[in-house]
């Protein structure tokens, strides 16, 4: 019998009736992460890890929900369950389930290379391995973390010498905060969009180590501030919230779809940084083949050309229709605060 | 290739006209002459021939890259271009190197003699040798099309304030067929010879669109004339030869060797610029007529007969060898008359002629009936502008005819490539002929990007079927088409061809029961056709 399995309500097993990141309302749902196409609204119970929970609490209000920290098991019904870390944002975790000796692995959205903001996706030896694909084409390969420092600081200190305000998109949890990680501080104060400011203050409670921030506010004075990088949802950055700071000031995004020229320039931003916390080509491949998985599950992203490599590389893979999205590529509005 | 891909860089990181022209003049001051004779070439679509095809390009890539072929094939609607699909799925290089951008663009000369074994050791051992921004742009010069987000204009302007060199001046310099093999950068821009450039063209001025008639005050400063639907043209005779240049500065003289008699009758120094026009019984013929033409080199004698051309005068740039472009547009009017007024009417040469009127109303009512003269529409010309270099706004206007318009169904959808890669951009309508949908015609531009990105999502859930890159869809959406002329066409499922087919309109308040049909584009065709 399968251990998960796919329905239109999200992936479930039947073994101890519940939900792995459902997109309709169920009784019980566990949760990879708090991005809002896996983390949604309506579910009775909710279990996650416990870095995970703070976000989820805050972006979904008065729910109740269980956690548990990584790596420790729990048996629901016939299936033994337990967190793993998929250094995808803070808390993201791959689902390890067993059913009489047969575990499978949904895994979420996740990254291999470290963030310094996450904890570092671990491979989970498994049966079979559920994995998205938004970035699963070989043209896909993230810039190498001490170069995108420098290539982000040094467009940050070009703007500053030019007495030009930096603006850099990102996604509010997650991407944010990891940018924030790299960024030198000794160039400039950094300011934040609020609904970025907001899931700092949630992170920060939990004890997660972030540089000082300031919320940009109404009363934004920008000649004051003529050397700051400003960290602001894609979609503020689309709206006229930006005029804020000045016909001059420079922007950026920061996202996977960046490595494509196309997309950038559709983008019309100044600079496109290589940055995601999807897994590269590399990365998908090296982190299925880790699993030991026979049998792979693609869901979304390019699910049907990853499926058809995997198959040419000996692996039973199969595509699954979810309603996770990944990274949006054109998609100004962000997942919901 | 390193000052050349920082060059590419910053110009490409930015989309401030006034930084890119920075990054090109500050390259203009400091690179090596041949370096900037290839730039210059470059960005005014100038490249070197084409000498491996992509279809092989694309194979050694991917063996390189240790993926299979249909997964590259995948990649390449998805990023948009080829190049750059290249240097994306590559492993990263082994070695290093630091040549010019001459080195390299002779480098692939070199390979052109070669055979198919060691053109590909050479690319291989370019390929990896080349950090992936110059890996990008070398495989651009292999591949053609170096269309890189700077016009010429821009360059131009970029050497202008690089050389102290005036820009019309410049912009005329770069004029005409020098290659970097026939010049120097010294000979091309510090010290042109004169004689060298005998079929050099005058840059083209253009017009822009009228916006409001208000601009044409007072009436009597402006000539009108019909704004003919053929190739704009620039015919020189200097020394006893005759050069035929397209707008998009290509030479076309042997396409229409009628024109060669010209030289015989006028004077040499002379340079007309006009509108080749396919013409029969002193009324132009449809533009598919002068289609016929366009893609031969040379003409075989049918079609001469078929399909004869004329140059229908607008302008005159050079007089008995004298630049006359600053004279008043009522002057170089006057003398091109003048030379076109003795000669027998079998030459095919015409003036352009004026269209008489007292008001702008009078040249509304002109315009309206444009399309029964198989014209597009009015020229307004003031009568006291010199002949500019470019599209400048405010002497000349175009003042086109509204175009024909019909609601039609979209039945298929293919992504665009370039900036639009990954959006559904390219479509193909139909109207309705009974219960069938015939495909008519294929439009791509028109629409906003909001717009572009929501018929994409759509394009995404409502796909029936799939052939290649291109999707067959749910026939639901109605888009209001607008076009310039419809012709008979054999060659097309419904036997009709658009010229320069739109989306005017997303009719979302339409079903598609509401779309045109057939019939309609037939009664089309049997009155403006």
């Known amino acids: 019998m399968d251990v998960l399995t796919f329905t239109d309500r999200g992936i479930y097993c039947p073994a101890g009736d519940f939900y792995i990141d459902p997109w309709k309302p169920v009784e019980n749902a566990l949760i990879t992460h708090g991005h809002s196409d896996h983390s949604r609204w309506g579910m009775q119970r909710y279990l996650c890890s416990d870095i995970a929970a703070p976000v989820i609490k805050h972006r979904l209000g008065d729910i109740s929900i269980d956690t548990m920290p990584y790596a420790e098991s729990r048996q629901i019904g016939g299936a033994k369950v337990s967190f793993h870390p998929a250094g995808h944002v803070p808390g993201s975790a791959q689902i390890r389930v067993e059913v009489a000796g047969q575990v499978w692995v949904a895994s979420g959205d996740y990254k291999t290379t470290p963030d310094g903001l996450s904890t570092a996706f671990e491979p989970v030896k498994c049966h079979a391995f559920i994995t998205e694909s938004t970035f699963g084409l070989p043209v896909f390969t993230w810039t190498d973390p001490e170069t995108l420092s420098s290539q982000i600081n040094t467009w940050w200190a070009d703007n500053a010498a030019a007495g030009r305000i930096s603006l850099l998109g990102a996604y509010a949890l997650g991407k944010a905060q990891r940018l924030m990680k ?131 590389q000996g692996y039973d893979a199969h595509v699954v229709s979810t309603e996770y999205e990944g990274e949006s590529m054109d998609q100004t509005e962000e997942a919901a605060p | 290739m390193k000052a050349f891909a920082a060059l590419f860089a910053a110009v490409d990181q930015t989309t401030r006209t006034k930084v890119k022209v920075q990054a090109l003049a500050e390259y203009f001051r400091t690179a090596p002459d041949d370096d900037k004779l290839w730039t210059i070439a470059l960005f005014s679509h100038r490249r070197p021939r084409r000498l491996i095809t992509t279809t092989i390009l694309r194979e050694w890539a991917a063996e390189q890259a240790g993926i299979p072929l249909w997964l590259f094939e995948e990649c390449y609607p998805i990023v948009g271009d080829l190049a750059e699909t290249i240097s994306l799925v590559l492993p990263p290089p082994t070695q290093t190197s630091d040549h010019s951008l001459t080195h390299w663009i002779t480098y692939i000369k070199a390979l052109s003699k070669e055979d198919d074994t060691a053109r590909k050791t050479g690319i291989l051992a370019a390929w990896d040798q080349l950090e992936p921004l110059e890996r990008f742009l070398f495989t651009k010069l292999l591949t053609g099309g170096f269309r890189v987000g700077v016009s010429q204009k821009l360059m131009t302007r970029a050497l202008a304030q690089a050389t102290d060199i005036d820009e019309a001046e410049l912009t005329h310099r770069l004029m005409g067929d020098w290659t970097p093999d026939t010049t120097s950068y010294h000979s091309l821009i510090e010290a042109p010879d004169p004689t060298a450039a005998l079929s050099r063209p005058y840059p083209f001025y253009l017009a822009y669109s009228l916006e409001d008639t208000a601009t044409l005050d007072p009436p009597s400063d402006w000539n009108a004339e019909r704004k003919w639907d053929g190739i704009r043209g620039q015919l020189i005779l200097r020394a006893a030869e005759h050069h035929l240049w397209s707008r998009g500065e290509e030479l076309i003289t042997d396409r229409f060797p009628e024109l060669a008699q010209l030289k015989d009758f006028l004077p040499d120094g002379t340079v007309i610029d006009g509108e080749v026009l396919a013409f029969a019984n002193e009324a132009p013929l449809p533009f598919a007529q002068l289609q016929k033409r366009i893609g031969r080199k040379t003409v075989p004698k049918k079609l001469l007969t078929e399909a004869p051309v004329i140059l229908m005068a607008y302008d005159l740039l050079e007089d008995r060898g004298e630049d006359i472009r600053a004279l008043p547009f009522a002057d170089r009017r006057a003398r091109l008359a003048d030379l076109i007024a003795p000669l027998p009417d079998t030459l095919p040469l015409r003036l352009s002629a004026s269209v008489p009127f007292k008001t702008t109303q009078d040249l509304a009512r002109e315009r309206d009936i444009s399309r029964d003269l198989g014209a597009e529409g009015l020229m307004l010309k003031n009568i006291h502008s010199p002949y500019l270099a470019g599209r400048k706004k405010g002497d000349w206007w175009k003042w086109k005819v509204d175009p024909l318009t019909i609601d039609a169904v979209m039945i298929y959808a293919q992504s665009g490539s370039g900036r639009r890669a990954n959006l559904f951009t390219d479509f193909t309508f139909a109207v309705h002929d009974g219960d069938a949908l015939v495909p008519f015609t294929k439009a791509y531009s028109g629409l906003t990007d909001a717009e572009f990105r929501e018929i994409t999502a759509w394009v995404k859930k409502n796909t029936l079927q799939r052939f290649g890159p291109v999707r067959q869809v749910t026939p639901h959406h109605v888009f209001e088409i607008a076009f310039e002329g419809i012709q008979a066409s054999p060659r097309h499922k419904s036997g009709v061809a658009l010229r320069f087919p739109r989306m005017l309109r997303w009719r979302k308040d339409k079903p598609t029961s509401e779309a045109n049909t057939l019939a309609d584009l037939k009664e089309m065709l049997a009155q403006y056709g």
């Open chain 1, 182 to 312: 790299m960024l030198d501080t000794s160039i400039g104060p950094i300011f934040t969009h609020g609904a970025i400011e907001n899931t700092n203050a949630v992170l920060r409670a939990q004890g997660i180590n972030l540089p000082p921030t300031t919320q940009v506010t109404a009363g934004f004075d920008r000649k004051a501030h003529p050397n700051a990088l400003v960290i602001a949802t894609p979609s503020a950055m689309a709206g006229t919230w930006a005029r804020k700071f000045g016909p001059d000031h420079s922007n950026a995004f920061a996202s996977g779809w960046m490595a494509l020229r196309g997309v950038r320039r559709r983008r019309a931003a100044d600079r496109g940084f290589i940055v995601s916390d999807h897994a590269d080509w590399q990365g998908l491949n090296d982190a299925i083949a880790a699993t030991g998985a026979e049998k792979v599950f693609v869901t979304h992203g390019y699910t049907s050309q990853f499926t058809k490599y995997l198959r040419e």
